[in-house]
Every structure is written in C-alpha cells, then in structure tokens.
C-alpha cells in the first residue's frame, strides 16, 4: 500500500500522524495483554477489573470537557503533550499496581488523561488544518491508527506466548514508552494560539448547548458497535454458531484491514454537513444489516455456512464503521465554535467513554440474552440513531451563529494559524469496558 495513502500530506498533519502511530503500536500490544496482566500479575478477579476500568472510563467520560477547555484556553498543544505524559504515568502506575485500589487509582487516571488528550489532539487537528481537510486528514489517522494497532497486537502475541509475568511487564512498558513518544513529537508540532475566554457568558458553553448535546447523544448511541467484535461476536461464535473459534480473529482481522486501506477513500465523498448526516444514516442502515447477518449466523448448521455468514456480517459493519467515522468527523467539526473546538470535542468525544463504559454489559446482556431478537433490536437502535441524526444536525446547524461549513467543505473557516481552533472497531472495547 502506497504510503501517500496511508500518511497525509508532510507537514503538521504528518506529525500528528506519527504521534497517533507511536500510541497505536504501543495500545495494540496492551490490549491483547492487559487481561491476562491484570488477572495473572496483579491478582485481581474478571469483576475487578470489569469495575475498576468502568470507573475509569466513568471519569473519562466527565473530564473530556474540562480538559478540552483547558486545551482552547491554555493552547492545544501543549496540554496534548501533557496529557500524553499523564496516559505514560497511568500505565506505569498500571506495572506498580499491586492491590485493587491502586489499580482503580491508575485507572481513573488512565480513563480521565486518555479522554483529555483525545480532546486536546482534536483541537490541534482543527488549529493546524483548515476546514476543507480536517475530516480527510482525521480519516488518514485513523488508517494510521489501526496499522499501528495490528502491529502492536502482534508484539502482544508475542507476550501471550511467552506468557510470563516479563513478558507481560514490557508489554506495558512499551505502552507507557509509545504515550512519551507522542508527546515528544506533539510537543513538536507548531504552536496554536490559546483563545482567551469570553468575559460574559458560562465558561463550559458546550454543557448548554442542547442541540449539540442532541448529536452527540446520537453518536454515542452509535458507537455502541464498538465492542462487537473484540467482545460480543467472538462469545456469540463460540456459544451460538457452527463456525470454528478462530473466526473471531478473522472478523478482527478483516476489520482492521479494511480501515487501513479504505477509510481514507470512504472520508473523501464528505463535502459538508449535509454529506456528513447521510453518512450517518446510511451507517445506521448498514449497521442495522449487519446485526440481522449475525442473527441469521445462529444454528448448528455447516461450520463453512456460518463463516460466510459472519464474514459477510463482519463486512456490512466496517463499512458501516467507516461511514460513521467519516460522518461524525464532520459533524463534531463542523458544529463547534472556532474558539471552543476544545470543549466541544471533548463532549464529543465522551461518546467513546460512554460505549466503552456501558457497551459491553449492555451489549452481551442484549445479545447474548436475547439471542435473534436481540440482534435485531440492537441493529434497530443503530437505524434510528443514524436517521435521527440528519434532522439534530439541520437543528444545531441552525442555532449556530453563522452557518458551519453547511455549503460544503470548501467553507470559510479557521486554517492553520487561523483562529486556533479536531475503534478498527475499537480494540480497547474488548479490555477497557
């Protein structure tokens, strides 16, 4: 694959890649090894570790505004950095952990810096690129992310086989290395000026902005298929389906392939918040046929129908994946204040803490309990927040102050040094839920 489709263009944007990279390799080899670390190393029970990371994630959820704020007031840049020495620390504290309580400690941490610098990054992304590529060169990180998580699981393969309380301590060890390394090429990246406060009005608009809030909503409803395929599909291969066990992999596999070489290209066709909300839609379309194809995977049947069934199930969800990527983009951009890209990713982007906070309990109960119907009221739930999303963005677009970016990409708008104002199916869902 050529490495022009996988990069952005040189310059900023490039850097943020290397640093989305240098996190992704190190995360990749966690995930696969963070389980068995914490149950065989530190002692701690499957229901520990479920609490404590849903409590870290909880916090994660709850400080991604704050520290967005600080990113818009401070300058992105370096509480990008700093944040990225915090998400070091926690996973360091993570290797210290000997007891319950101090791996809540870490984790709370972990989940509070993980959510903060994915904030302060995307308020970077929006200072250093203007409004016409901010959604391809978020679509070209996210390629970058999933090649730098296949790699890094692959290490983490390499642990699980050596299967050593080491093996498992470096595994975490390049996990903190890679956070230091990104903020070392963060902390390199070209200055975004800081944007005084407004001296009337609430310091957190984004908490009263409730047509804001109304999309985001939906993109958290939506970002529950994130811990489908690191956690529900392969308990439903191996408890519901003929198909053999390493179909899961397989499934993840496929899924992170596909994001490597076709987000960018999906991302491209989005022009604006109209494009943006049709993605959406048709995420909820394509989500909600991928749920009825897992459904129909059921039985006792030939083990070689059933993997064609997943395959093709495990399909129509990374294109629904990328879809609503490339659309959500858009619309987290789009609607926020050039002066406040901060908070409002921030908010934005506690969706990600919510699904992987509550996503797996609810989606195993669902499934799991619910068998077919379950399936198909999960894939229903997609469908309704995708179409649901067209008319909240058409409301939000209009109580902006000026109209964002609604004739398309082209639009006016913040540019590098302007006015300084951003899983895969997501492979932590698995760990981190």
Avoid: K
């Avoid at 620390?89 to 959510?115: E, I, K």
């Avoid at 179909?247 to 109209?274: F, I, K, Y």
């Avoid at 908070?343 to 996503?359: D, I, K, L, P, T």
Wanted: charged share 10%; proline share 5%.
């Amino acid at each position: 694959m050529p490495t022009g489709r996988l990069l952005p263009p040189a310059g900023p944007a490039r850097s943020l890649a290397a640093a989305h990279l240098a996190n992704a390799l190190g995360d990749g080899a966690y995930y696969v090894c963070s389980a068995l670390y914490f149950t065989r190393v530190v002692g701690l029970s499957a229901g520990q570790i479920g609490l404590g990371l849903t409590l870290g994630w909880a916090a994660g959820a709850v400080a991604g505004v704050p520290l967005g704020h600080l990113a818009d007031r401070r300058g992105p840049r370096g509480v990008a950095a700093l944040l990225a020495v915090a998400t070091s620390a926690a996973v360091g504290a993570f290797l210290l952990a000997g007891s319950f309580a101090a791996f809540v400690a870490a984790a709370l941490l972990y989940g509070a810096a993980q959510s903060g610098l994915g904030a302060a990054r995307q308020a970077l992304l929006a200072g250093l690129v203007e409004p016409a590529r901010r959604t391809g060169v978020r679509a070209h990180l996210q390629s970058t992310v999933n090649a730098g998580l296949a790699v890094g699981a692959a290490f983490g393969g390499a642990a699980l086989q050596l299967d050593g309380p080491a093996a498992y301590r470096a595994v975490l060890a390049l996990d903190a290395l890679s956070f230091l390394v990104a903020a070392a090429v963060l902390a390199r990246l070209p200055a975004v000026a800081a944007v005084p406060a407004a001296p009337d009005g609430p310091r957190l608009a984004v908490l009263r902005d409730r047509p804001y809030a109304v999309v985001a909503l939906l993109n958290a409803v939506m970002l529950l298929y994130m811990p489908l395929l690191s956690l529900v599909v392969p308990l439903w291969i191996v408890g519901r389906t003929a198909a053999p066990g390493w179909t899961a992999a397989a499934l993840l596999m496929l899924n992170t392939l596909t994001v490597v070489v076709c987000q960018v290209r999906v991302a491209r066709r989005v022009d604006g918040l109209g494009t943006a909300a049709r993605y959406v839609r048709w995420a909820g379309a394509l989500l909600l046929a991928c749920c009825a194809a897992f459904a129909a995977s059921a039985g006792g049947g030939s083990a070689w129908v059933a993997v064609a069934v997943l395959l093709a199930a495990a399909g129509l969800q990374v294109a629904g994946e990328m879809m609503l990527a490339a659309g959500s983009w858009e619309i987290g951009f789009g609607l926020a204040p050039a002066d406040r890209q901060g908070q409002y990713q921030g908010f934005f982007g506690s969706g990600v803490a919510v699904a992987r906070m509550v996503g797996p309990l609810l989606l195993t109960s669902l499934v799991l309990g619910g068998g077919a119907t379950g399936w198909l009221v999960l894939g229903g739930l997609f469908a309704l927040a995708g179409t649901a999303t067209g008319p909240a963005v058409r409301w939000a677009a209009r109580t902006r102050p000026a109209a964002p970016r609604a004739a398309g990409n082209g639009a006016a708008g913040a540019g590098a040094g302007g006015n300084g104002a951003r899983s895969v199916s997501d492979a932590a869902a698995g760990t981190s839920g």
